[in-house]
């Protein structure tokens, strides 16, 4: 009745097999959009983006006071101030049509363009104005003192935003600055999630005993949202070995989907029903079939037509996870962009009680995360990975990697929050 | 021709005015709209959720194997199994018509529904099917041992999630696992952003020399998006008293906008301007009028007609930095819920070399994160904050608080990731 996971593949490799099976160049190559950056945040750019000029392209004041000759302030005191002549006023946006001559000195407001021969600006609560041709200057200021230089934003020929960077708020502003309103970028993976099972039926359903409602294709969805795609739900679909194949085949063509993701079949019956599907989709088929993470082992992936197809497991807690371990990444690499799980939030706390864990896989652990005078602890959350309130409950995960153990009490853990 | 900032306010002084001025309960109560969960991430629940039912609703396997009586597998072993009668198998999905009487058992898929008198289920590896009607069990089992009870993931009655809680995937698998598929939130805040400044061109214009394009609105306007509020962008205006103020009341009113953002005007003859403007909207009019907060120094609060208004310094940096201070967490409490800074993500890092911070204030230093030798380490990036390429480059941000007046070379920060 029951076959033996074949060979149980560390999350490593999991990641080497898509990196090395996927054609990411292909795929990202004929994904591109052109959008207004309006639309933009946290994209992943298409295009290098290089300083067409210089920014701010002229030497700007940031302060309010007087643009000056910083030669013409040196040695100057309270007590013994420079005393120099306003020849004019700057006025904003527009270029001053006067020339600094040693000695003169013409008011300027923050953001204001220098006048030609001007390097500094003296702030205002520094000097006295005696009349209206004249004032005293009563600090010694450098050379560019309070300016901001023509090029120090940008530099003409100046790369900005590198290809596949993921787009943040203040890179937005950088376009802007650069009159860059329309920008190519990747477009938004799409991925389908489909749930297996024959006691599932659909949320909006009515369960009989012996029946539950479709959770994963919610908490699937949201991750995919979540992590920069779109998903494509495909509704619950019969343990049959065609008409999954049929369906597979049927969302990638007519959805355009980059990936698939079928989840639930944690029966040995179905499991093997959902292998033979997937190695019916074409070459090179099943790939990975059970990996060394608790929960989550008995995940499964094949690529055909340069698609990855995931068999997650179907308890919500195992799928979460095997999905922010494989498939979170993916689409950043879908749109041509990098990941790094690592730079993702987390927190450092204290465990609060011992947990053990086999060498050779990786454990996620449900913490729940709380203070306590100023000390932050994580407290992990026991419960079977089909408990979706165990997810509910916790503030994060913790991983006990694939060479540990266990963890004691009081050890210091990284929290990834969700 | 200066005029000192009247009193410089303490952040938690900002966020106590804004907290004590805004009638939050009354703008969340009329900003409520009912949605398919599908597309509820990230949003705030304005409803409280108890669970109509117990989840799963029966007992439920979790291995492949044999619903069984724990008691007929008390001390069975490899060398001493126990011989039972198999009666029947358990289809997916429907209600068991058999019951289990001691010494009989049921094959049962994972994700079955126990029969009555089963308790617990005997995975199919420590058993041995000897012919249709007789199994050997070589383990003993506790009750309830590989099953999911009727009421284990949720209890009737039982508050699953509260008011104002920010729905995350599971928190949207829980709402399917229960049926509920519409539910009612909190509308998201509607934000105008206004930037001001005789010297700026919109992004998409050509700037003459002295000019410069528009940066703040679209890093506010991204920043409002992914704060969770939605951006109505009202371009730039004129430094003009009557102006500003006819157009603030229009976008209130048409745009029904909860909040706006004023950006620019750092010179003094502009914030004068503003600071009048935003003093003829109405009671209680300008609250604060500079922050102790560097960079951001020049901001200006005021709230009229239940909505805060915010003049925040024109240059860049300044401007995200008074953002993430004050109007993130502003987007949370207009949605009716919380906003925890340090729930945020944040990485600790090792500071590259000696900052100095004049006490009294809270300095926040941009940051970039790099990883040598498997630590990692934030490296200030020097620039004024003017500059947006500074923050183009950098990470995130460090903060030292009020009372301290630098930190060493070597210290441990935490960075607060973009």
Chains 1, 2 share one sequence.
Not at 29 to 37: C, G, L, Q, S, T
Not at 176 to 185: D, R
Not at 316 to 344: C, H, K, R
Request: hydrophobic content about 40%.
């Amino acid at each position: 009745m029951v076959k033996p996971l074949f060979k149980v593949n560390t999350p490593n490799e999991v990641i080497t097999m898509l990196k090395n099976h996927l054609n990411l160049k292909e795929i990202t190559r004929n994904n591109i959009e052109e959008v207004d950056i309006k639309i933009s945040l946290h994209r992943f750019l298409a295009e290098e983006i290089v300083a067409p000029a210089n920014l701010p392209g002229f030497n700007r004041s940031i302060m309010d006071g007087y643009a000056i000759r910083a030669e013409d302030s040196f040695g100057a005191t309270d007590a013994l101030p420079s005393y120099l002549k306003i020849i004019g006023e700057i006025k904003m946006g527009v270029k001053p049509k006067f020339k600094i001559n040693p000695g003169e000195v013409v008011k300027i407001p923050t953001g204001g363009m220098l006048p030609e021969g001007a390097n500094a600006v003296m702030m205002v609560e520094y000097t006295e104005q005696i009349d209206d041709a004249t004032v005293e200057a009563r600090r010694s200021i450098s050379p560019w003192e309070n300016v901001v230089r023509e090029d120090e934003d940008l530099k003409t020929g100046e790369i900005i935003l590198r290809k596949g960077s993921r787009l943040r708020s203040q890179d937005i502003g950088v376009l802007a600055g650069i009159g860059k309103i329309n920008i190519k970028i990747y477009k938004k993976p799409k991925i389908a999630i489909f749930s297996t099972g024959n006691e599932i039926i659909p949320a909006e359903g009515e369960p009989r005993i012996g029946q539950i409602r479709d959770i994963n294709s919610y908490t699937l969805g949201a991750c995919i949202k979540e992590a920069g795609g779109i998903p494509v739900y495909r509704g619950i679909i019969k343990d049959e070995v065609i008409l999954l194949e049929q369906k597979i085949k049927k969302t990638i063509k007519e959805d355009e989907v980059e990936a698939v993701i079928i989840s639930g079949g944690s029966s040995v019956g179905v499991r093997d029903i959902t292998l033979e599907a997937l190695d019916r989709l074409g070459k090179p088929g099943v790939l990975i079939h059970g990996v060394s993470v608790k929960p989550g082992k008995p995940t499964i992936l094949a690529i055909a037509d340069n698609r990855p197809i995931f068999g997650l497991p179907g308890h919500p807690v195992s799928a979460m996870i095997i999905f922010d371990l494989f498939i979170n990444p993916l689409i950043s690499w879908l749109q041509g962009g990098e990941y790094n799980y690592n730079s993702t939030k987390e927190i450092e706390a204290e465990l609060t009680c011992n947990m053990v864990s086999d060498s050779g896989r990786e454990d996620y652990i449900r913490v729940f995360v709380y203070e306590k005078n100023k000390k932050i602890y994580a407290e992990p959350i026991l419960g079977k990975s089909g408990l979706i309130s165990t997810m509910v409950r916790a503030s994060g995960l913790i991983k006990i990697g694939l060479n540990i153990e266990g963890l004691e009490k009081g050890s210091k853990v990284m929290v990834r929050l969700f």
